[in-house]
């Protein structure tokens, strides 16, 4: 393989720029050209493809976001539009692509290796953490972290104020974030679009009146934006309880600024393995890289394309343990 492409797509996540690191530098040790691709999809079809050497991925290594952009590409979906994607990898003389994103990016990948039949390999890389085949995906660590220190801080204002706060997270289809962020904060409350009945308001009032019955001055609860509007469920409760309840929407906070160490560190090992993968894959052959018990894995995208990530029941329940 003497040419490989690379490219980040979907919403951005904090990684992202250490895996564009570790896939530029990786491949040029191996002897390939590398060209990124700016602004996903998209730039596929409008040929942005730029030539990148070793230097242009200096200093990217603890910066949020993405040096190559991104963007949502609806376009993308129509096999018409697709050819012209084609055409312009053929053109480039590409023969190898690594697709940076979250699930709905790695539909995309497998599509472009199935029917432009060039070798892609799939980097996870969503805050949401929703990628089926991997227990990680590159800026879910960073993300949970904000949401923590924002708990932190929320946590003061409900204690001295003696109040319930409903603290939203992003999680528009998946509450993994929510899940983690909720537990690892010490929430009385998660709501996830998971579980429907655990976000009933009656079954919220009937917890939160249990704790204040027990003593309890203030309550956290974590929502994932996909539950509802938390400010209309601060209201409800606010009502039905008779505690003063407020709403934080925590929004694009999450996804951006510096990466954690543990970030970083997927983002890397994950570009570096995707390389590996790509070089050695034959036409139409679509692979995604994960981590899956504390391994490294290496998944054909036949295989895990359309299944759906399970949420940790046992985690959920284990903090229903915990507020008491
Ligand atoms: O990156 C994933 C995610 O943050 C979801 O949780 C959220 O619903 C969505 O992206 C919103 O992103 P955008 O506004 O960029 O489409």
Same mark, same amino acid.
């Given at each position: 393989m003497k040419r490989i492409a690379v490219m980040t797509t979907g919403g951005d996540a904090p990684g992202m720029n250490a895996a564009i690191r570790a896939v530029v530098r990786t491949a040029i040790s191996k002897g390939a050209g590398v060209f990124g691709v700016e602004h996903g999809f998209k730039g596929l079809l409008e040929n942005r493809f730029v030539r990148m050497d070793s230097h242009s991925v200096s200093g990217i290594i603890n910066r949020g976001g993405t040096m190559l952009q991104t963007m949502r590409c609806p376009e993308f979906h129509k096999k018409n539009v697709r050819k012209s994607a084609y055409h312009n990898i053929k053109n480039m003389k590409i023969d190898g692509l690594a697709v940076i994103g979250g699930d709905g990016s790695r539909r995309g990948a497998h599509i472009i290796s199935k029917e432009s039949g060039v070798p892609v390999v799939f980097i996870p890389g969503s805050i949401d953490n929703d990628v089926y085949g991997t227990d990680y995906t590159i800026g879910f660590d960073t993300a949970v972290n904000v949401g923590l220190g924002a708990i932190d801080k929320i946590r003061d204002t409900a204690a001295s104020h003696e109040r319930v706060f409903i603290v939203e997270v992003m999680g528009r289809e998946r509450g993994f974030l929510a899940l983690e962020i909720g537990l690892t904060g010490g929430a009385e409350i998660i709501l996830i679009p998971e579980f429907k009945k655990e976000a009933e308001i009656g079954r919220i009032c009937s917890v939160l009146k249990a704790g204040i019955e027990k003593g309890k001055d203030s309550s956290i609860i974590v929502m994932a934006e996909g539950v509802? =509007?938390?400010?209309?469920?601060?209201? *409800?409760?606010?009502? *039905?309880? %008779?505690?003063?309840? *407020? $709403?934080?929407? =925590? %929004? $694009?906070?999450? *996804?951006?600024?510096s990466p954690t160490a543990a970030s970083r560190r997927l983002g890397l090992t994950f570009g570096y393995k995707a390389v590996k993968a790509l070089l050695g894959q034959k036409r139409g052959e679509s692979t995604m890289v994960g981590i899956q018990a504390n391994t490294m894995v290496v998944h054909s995208l036949k295989n895990v394309i359309g299944k759906e990530r399970k949420i940790d029941r046992q985690a959920y329940r284990m903090n229903e343990a915990f507020s008491i």
């Open positions: 509802g =509007l938390s400010n209309k469920f601060a209201e *409800r409760i606010e009502k *039905r309880i %008779g505690m003063e309840a *407020r $709403y934080t929407v =925590l %929004g $694009y906070i999450q *996804r951006g600024g």
